[in-house]
Structures are given as C-alpha cells and as structure tokens.
C-alpha cells in the first residue's frame, strides 16, 4: 500500500523514499518530538531575557523608557505564540532497527504522520500474526478524487458514451 510519494508498505518491508525497513527487523516502535523552531526559541529567549533585564534596569528608567521596552517584549511574547502554533513541532517515528534506534519517518503534518504510524502499527501486527496469507481487504468502488483528473469527473468514474466512440 502507497500512502504518499515515497511511502510504501508490503508485507515485508517498509520503505521512506529510498530507505527500506525489514519489517521483522524493527522492534519498539515510538513517537518523539523534536524541538521547537529556531525562530520560536529564539524569539521566547530574547523576551524572556528582556523582561529579566527590565526587571532589574526598571528603577532606572523613565516612564516613557519603561513603556517602550514592555511594547517591545509583548511583540517578543506575540510573535513567540504564533510562531510556535504557525511552525509546530515536528514528529519524529523512531523504532530499534537491527538493535540500533532508527529514525523511520518525520513529518510535521500532525494527520499524516499520525496515519503512517497507525498504518505501520498494523503491518507489523500482521506480520507478526501471520495475517498476510488471508484475502485482502476490497478497494473503494470510487478513487479518491486527488487521483482523479477533473476532466473524467462522472459517476461512477467511467467515461461518457461520446468519450469511448472517440
């Protein structure tokens, strides 16, 4: 089964673009996260420090200066909060490979990812169990429409009778 471009699974392996995965050689397999964004540490470092340093230099600033710099550190907190829900971590699906901890696949799409996992989790029960040897589930009657070119749109996914006589 292809999930998307350079992600398939068969009922030996598992393979990410030109990576191949035995699958009776991963064991454990587990979610990681990685951390967050350059941009989204760095701009929650910078504010933290600043309102550190206005702590401490707020007796010796004048009102004006002190307004200043807390419009300057609420624009530090602000692009802190979007940044980190407009680049969200990463997830990382490691699993011990031969033994050795293996990263497997990385996304940051939360919904494909997730199906990767779910999809590998199967797999590896199947193979396990034994389950390949029974009848394949049955395809959809209709392909998802990301498949499908807009030109062939009918029902039923066939073409049109003046189509065919062409």
């Known amino acids: ?50 309102v550190v340093l ?19 550190l609420s624009g530090l907190a602000v692009l802190t909060l979007i940044s980190s829900r407009r680049r969200p ?9 031969h033994g050795h901890p293996t990263q497997l696949f990385v996304s ?3 919904w494909l ?9 199967r797999v590896l029960a199947d193979a396990r ?5 029974l009848p394949q589930r049955p395809t959809r009657g209709v392909p998802h429409p990301s498949v499908m070119h807009p030109s062939r749109l009918t029902p039923g996914g066939r073409r049109s009778g003046w189509e065919r006589a062409a």
């Open 89 to 97: 971590r990463r997830l990382e699906l490691w699993a011990d490979y």
């Open 129 to 133: 169990l034994g389950h390949f040897n």
């Open 108 to 110: 940051d799409d939360w």
């Open 54 to 72: 206005l702590g401490v230099f707020a007796p010796l600033l004048r009102p004006a200066g002190i307004v200043a710099a807390v419009a300057v």
């Open 1 to 50: 089964m292809t999930i998307g471009p350079g992600l398939h699974f068969s009922s030996t392996c598992f393979q990410v673009g030109g990576r191949h995965f035995t699958l009776t050689a991963l064991d454990s397999v587990h979610i990681r996260q990685a951390g967050h964004d350059p941009l989204t540490r760095r701009a929650g470092a910078m504010a933290a420090g600043g």
């Open 113 to 121: 990812f997730h199906g990767v996992e779910r999809h590998l989790r």
